[in-house]
């Protein structure tokens, strides 16, 4: 997003191109001779901009057709991605959302192989191609490419989201890896590049799916520290120290000003305060970006409620009282325990 610009809407989805992709194009028909081979480079560019551009909205339109949304069409350097609003519910819906693009292509470059067979005009073996490199390249099974994620999708039918995930990541980085190994006996960077990509995207998607895996089986009573007393805005840092020490579990102690919660004082910051600086205030190490949410439920959406509010804590209330605490440095702390 920092470094992109918007071009567009397309089915009410906003489209977004990377300078780094603009650059990119720039530079080739900077190389390319003038002439017929200059209007035909940027012929080409313009297609391989279409194509993947259609190629993203298929993902998008496909998504759309199970209830998830498409934030923003973003062309990159490497393509480009469909940033979609959630999951997908089921490993069919991911599959067919996945799927989607690269057929999408390939029956593009099928129709436009047989108009060119038809009425013999170049323009149409100018499209094809294209169409027909990124549908295949897309089907390849490496995972987090598109043919990886129906690799993925068709493993979970079997073995379930976590083991699908590992495999299909496994097999991405061994697919990635030996690109990277033919790249480098025969002198291809771009498909060092590529491999090296590919093996990076899939490490951190499997650790993005494998922690929303572990998140979406949690419900946010049993991811939260209970809180006994909270503190109230009048108190001081002596006051914040006698209730760390008898809940010696809670990291962060929300601070109410009468029903209302307008913060929380985390233990560290409290005890450094208190040991260094006779002057402090709770005022001088509150966190008043925090979101606060009533009762129990999943704990995703909560989740995604502290992201779009880029906070690191939730006050938990039940009838509008303070029942807990739940902070991202805590949840890192489950998963790491969940994983060994």
């Known amino acids: 997003m920092r470094w992109s610009f918007g071009i567009g809407?397309?089915?009410?989805?906003p489209v977004r191109v990377h300078f780094g992709l603009v650059l990119l194009l720039l530079a080739l028909v900077a190389l390319a001779p003038s002439g017929m081979m200059l209007m035909r480079t940027?012929?080409?560019?313009?297609?391989?901009?279409a194509s993947l551009v259609l190629h993203e909205l298929a993902h998008a339109l496909a998504a759309r057709r199970y209830g998830i949304e498409t934030r923003q069409i973003l062309l990159h350097p490497l393509g480009g991605a469909a940033i979609l609003s959630d999951r997908p519910p089921t490993p069919a819906a991911e599959l067919w959302i996945a799927a989607a693009a690269p057929l999408t292509n390939l029956a593009l470059a099928g129709v436009s192989f047989g108009l060119g067979a038809v009425f013999d005009a170049a323009f149409f073996d100018d499209f094809a191609w294209p169409n027909l490199l990124l549908g295949a390249a897309n089907l390849i099974p490496a995972f987090p490419l598109d043919g990886g994620r129906v690799l993925r999708a068709l493993l979970e039918m079997r073995l379930g989201p976590i083991r699908s995930t590992r495999w299909a990541a496994r097999i991405g980085r061994l697919i990635a890896t030996t690109g990277i190994v033919l790249g480098l006996v025969y002198l291809q960077p771009v498909l060092v590049l590529l491999?090296?990509?590919?093996?990076l995207a899939g490490t951190a998607e499997e650790r993005s799916s494998l922690i929303h895996g572990f998140m979406s089986r949690r419900r946010v009573h049993e991811s939260m520290d209970g809180v006994d007393q909270a503190l109230a805005a009048g108190g001081d840092l002596g006051d914040a120290l006698a209730i760390f020490g008898r809940q010696p579990n809670l990291g962060a102690l929300p601070v109410t000003f009468g029903e209302r919660v307008i913060g929380v004082v985390y233990r560290e910051p409290a005890v450094i305060a208190a040991s260094t600086n006779t002057n402090a205030t709770i005022s001088d190490i509150l966190d008043r970006n925090i979101v606060t949410h009533e009762g129990d439920g999943p704990l995703v959406p909560l989740l995604r409620k502290m992201g779009e509010a880029r906070s690191r804590t939730a006050v938990i209330l039940e009838n509008q009282e303070v029942r807990g605490v739940i902070t991202v440095d805590r949840l890192i702390e489950a998963l790491r325990t969940a994983r060994e």
Not at 9 to 13: E, S, Y
Not at 42 to 49: E, H
């Open 42 to 49: 940027i012929l080409v560019a313009i297609i391989v901009l």
């Open 9 to 13: 809407r397309l089915f009410g989805i």
């Open 195 to 199: 491999g090296a990509m590919i093996f």
